[in-house]
């Protein structure tokens, strides 16, 4: 299915373990292990932002914002002097402190580079009658792509796509996707220069090497040839990140037409192809609201067909086999249901259940084959993965442990009789595996190379259930060395995300070695706002309820100490995003827990962002947070958990906040903001830093040694929190 937006002996797991969140009389017995000071060096002293005064009104309630100053008058342009100096003293700040800590970071980026396979290459997977690869050259950055004819004997790989060579002049290059044409001769990729996330599309003649005078310019990365040989993509809104429009190229006539238009700011736009290339489908969405199209690939100038309006106010998904739309949808149960269509008639009161919703089985993506449908699913928050015939049969793929990631992965060739999975755990790196449907059995094609050594039994994963303040089962998921004691001493890092219903699944990451190898515990908190535990864990961290979030983080570090995993003040926590506003509420309500907090690209400015209707991912956010613009309700609400509106003046743990100027998603001013905030307010002497990086967006680095530099900064942050200084 075409989503857009939106065995061996296992190895056996510690016990379920159940425990009550911890009172806060609890947390004030717990032994401190603050290790603040060991991240002190001799430092200049700290950048400080001036207080400008400056003042809003809404609903009749006053806000001060001192630090407004510090978002640019002019953005997206950032030319304002006093904001620039600003960032760049932060940054010298920041690199004064990893100067005195080099040794310590040099270190971990080198172990995170020797556990990456420099000549890594894929499995290859086959599409049209070609077979294609991608391949890493040792010191490459970035992949190149090659494909084989299939049907000449003789024939070599050729590259098709040499991402390296394409990077070269650039400090900042990701590549959004590509795609290739039906006749096999041109590919079209999209690439951003800049990591503002305005994508440029080119296309090249893969026979002669030529590039087409055709570029397409802000565009949303998407870019896909239909059967016609034209090209469709999605188009941004001048001067704002939402994309207005999915439009058709026709490469003849060098003429863009418009397919679907969304004039609702609140919704986004999204296309793809079903899986037998029979249709394209055309969705606009909102949080937890769907609307879709299809359109035949044979006549694309015809009025698409619609499946559910929005007005009927629940999310939806669409595949196409054999004469019939396949369908997950939340209309009459909230971990969705399957259902099928006539594709000559596809509108809602036609929909047929072909499996009903279920408490325990939540239905979270699918994709058709000629023969089977593949459906990705988790059972009380376990993944599975489960086939189903034509004929109404279906049947689960065994996996080798109990607790894993699998989701269907690379299958462009609708008639393939096997099904590609991905597979990991906490203990098993990134695995490839090939499902023969019809004998049910697992192939293994690609397990990840680790060159520096990997041995999976010095190590044990564990999920333990935490009973929340409100009663609440919160998932954690563990690793850690085997034959650690549970006495109280161990240094534990832990990461949450909590939103938008995207769920952290307990996968392998090599990089976290170096906290584990060290005898730090690292542990997901499956906190609220995901949809680890079905869809309504999901709604149960959002609009009204999203304090539940930070509550289920508090409390699953409370009860961590509780359990003699770790003791209060030796805990390190991380979060990207919106995490980095669960870090941000986190540090705002239990400070006393953490050695040292990395909020990355943090939303912590939650309250000023949901007013301003001009920034274009505000309208379709209001959904997720609720209109502060309109409803006072939502503004008392945002305004009592924002964190950058929360800070007082108190001591707050170490911490490591990250940005990047051209972020279209969290805007620089966020993580700026806040750190001109707590240096202001804070009355400890912790170490506070702040890395904008300049030249990037959310995502930061580019390529997988930048990316893999960034995370040695932060990992060296984190250790030294704990006082693991080697």
């Known amino acids: 299915m075409k989503n857009f937006g ?50 809003f009104t809404h609903h009749g309630i006053t806000v001060s914002d001192p630090w407004n100053w510090i978002r640019d008058q002019d953005y997206p342009t950032v030319d304002d002097q006093d904001v620039l100096g600003y960032l760049n003293e932060e940054n010298a700040y920041f690199q004064s402190w990893l100067s005195a800590n080099t040794a310590l970071s040099d270190t971990l980026f080198d172990e995170f580079k020797g556990r990456i396979d420099e000549s890594e290459s894929s499995v290859p997977w086959v599409s049209n009658g070609f077979e294609y690869s991608w391949v890493f050259e040792e010191g490459d950055e970035y992949r190149t792509y090659l494909r084989k004819d299939l049907s000449d004997p003789e024939a070599e790989p050729e590259v098709i796509l040499d991402q390296p060579e394409l990077a070269a002049s650039h400090e900042y290059f990701v590549l959004g996707g590509y795609s290739i044409s039906k006749d096999n001769r041109y590919i079209a990729y999209s690439f951003d220069t800049s990591g503002d996330e305005r994508y440029t599309v080119k296309v090249k003649d893969i026979s002669t090497g030529e590039y087409l005078d055709d570029t397409i310019t802000d565009t949303n990365g998407g870019a896909e040839f239909m059967k016609d040989g034209s090209l469709v993509y999605g188009a941004l809104e001048e001067g704002k990140w939402r994309t207005e429009s999915i439009n058709r190229y026709n490469l003849n006539t060098n003429e863009s037409s418009v397919l679907l238009a969304e004039d ?12 037998d290339g029979e249709y394209l489908l055309l969705g606009s969405g909102m949080g937890t609201v769907s609307e879709y199209f299809a359109l035949s690939q044979t006549d694309l100038s015809a009025e698409p067909r619609l499946f559910a309006s929005r007005d009927e106010g629940f999310s939806y998904s669409v595949d196409h086999a054999h004469g019939k739309f396949w369908i997950l949808a939340n209309d009459q149960h909230v971990n969705f249901r399957l259902a099928k269509v006539d594709d000559q008639n596809p509108s809602y009161a036609e929909w047929e259940t072909v ?3 279920s408490d325990s089985v939540y239905l979270r993506s699918m994709q058709t084959f000629n023969d089977f449908v593949a459906v990705k699913e988790s059972v009380e928050g376990l993944e599975q993965i489960t086939v189903l015939s034509y004929n109404g049969e279906l049947h689960q793929v065994a996996f080798p442990e109990q607790v894993f990631t699998a989701s269907i992965g690379n299958n462009p060739e609708f008639t393939q009789s096997h099904l590609r999975l991905s597979y990991s755990s906490m203990i098993t790196p990134s695995t490839v595996y090939d499902y023969a449907v019809a004998e049910q059995v697992l192939e293994t094609r690609k397990v990840t190379n680790i060159p520096s050594g990997y041995d999976k039994t010095r190590y044990d994963t564990q999920r333990v259930m935490i009973t929340a303040r409100d009663g609440a089962q919160v998932p954690v998921t563990m690793v850690y060395l085997k034959g650690t004691e549970l006495d109280g001493s161990n ?9 938008y219903g995207s769920g952290m699944s307990p996968r392998f990451s090599s990089v976290n070695l170096s906290l584990v190898d060290r005898g730090v515990i690292y542990a997901l908190a499956h906190v609220r706002g995901g949809d680890e535990m079905g869809y309504q864990w999901y709604l149960d961290g959002k609009l009204e309820q999203r304090t539940n979030t930070f509550n289920d983080f508090v409390d699953v570090a409370n009860s961590l100490v509780e359990l003699n995993y770790t003791s209060a003040g030796n805990i390190s926590a991380s979060g990207r995003s919106a995490g980095g506003e669960l870090m941000g509420a986190v540090t705002i309500q239990a400070p006393e827990l953490w050695s040292g907090v990395v909020l990355g690209v943090p939303f ?21 947070w609720g209109n502060p613009i309109e409803d006072k309700a939502a503004f008392e609400l945002l305004q009592s958990y924002s964190p950058y509106d929360n800070i007082t003046a108190r001591e707050y743990p170490s911490m490591l906040v990250t940005g990047g100027l051209n972020d279209p998603r969290v805007t620089y001013w966020e993580p700026a903001k806040w750190t001109a905030a707590m240096r202001h307010y804070k009355t400890d002497d912790n170490l506070l830093m702040m890395r904008m990086n300049m030249g990037a967006g959310h995502f930061a680095n580019s390529g997988r040694y930048g990316r893999l530099r960034d995370r040695a900064e932060e990992y060296t942050f984190i250790l030294m929190s704990h006082g693991i200084a080697q």
Request: hydrophobic content about 40%.
């Open 264 to 275: 609702d700011d609140s919704f986004f736009l999204g296309f793809g192809s079903t899986s």
């Open 491 to 499: 240094p534990l890092h832990l990461y949450g995300y909590g939103a």
């Open 6 to 55: 939106i065995k061996p002996i296992a190895l056996a797991l510690g016990a379920v373990v159940l425990v009550s969140a911890c009172t806060s009389n609890d947390k004030a017995a717990a032994p401190s292990h603050n290790h603040s000071n060991s991240l002190l060096t001799e430092l200049p002293n700290p950048p400080s932002a001036e207080m400008r005064e400056h003042e």
């Open 604 to 624: 912590v400015d939650v309250l000023n962002t949901m007013l301003d209707a001009t920034l274009p991912l505000t309208p379709p956010e209001w959904s997720e």
């Open 355 to 357: 499996r009903a919703g």
